[in-house]
């Protein structure tokens, strides 16, 4: 079955930096759409950032654009998520999804998603 493991997160400073990484497992991981996600106390899980399966093409929130990005090694099986410029509204629990079924369309819909990781921690500290 497919398994996602996030690491990276912790505490880190008001315009620092932070790199998360999600590890796949289970299928052909080259064939999949990719998402983060991210979810604050008392609100709903929103979207953050997709990328295709060959890591071609790439879609971000506008809250995000220009300070995160994200990449994939498919031959590592992982996908990360680079945050810079990092503030308050950035401290959540961050996951990674992957979608069920090969596409080359991009996702932003946290239904469209089948597979979670069980996320990991960002506190931004001012």
């Known amino acids: 079955q497919v398994q996602l493991v996030e690491s990276g997160g912790g505490l880190v400073q008001a315009g620092g930096s932070r790199r998360l990484s999600c590890a796949a497992s289970?299928?052909?991981?080259?064939?999949?759409?990719m998402g983060w996600f991210r979810q604050a106390p008392g609100k709903e899980r929103e979207f953050v950032a997709t990328?295709?399966?060959?890591?071609?093409?790439?879609y971000y929130s506008d809250s995000v654009k220009g300070r995160f990005t994200i990449s994939r090694d498919n031959a590592k099986n992982t996908v990360y998520l680079q945050m810079n410029s990092l503030n308050h509204k950035a401290t959540a629990v961050y996951y990674c999804a992957e979608i069920e079924s090969p596409s080359f369309l991009l996702r932003t819909k946290p239904e469209q998603y089948a597979y979670w990781g069980q996320g990991t921690q960002v506190t931004v500290s001012s």
């Open positions: 990328i295709s399966s060959n890591g071609a093409f790439t």
């Open positions: 289970g299928r052909t991981f080259s064939s999949y759409c």
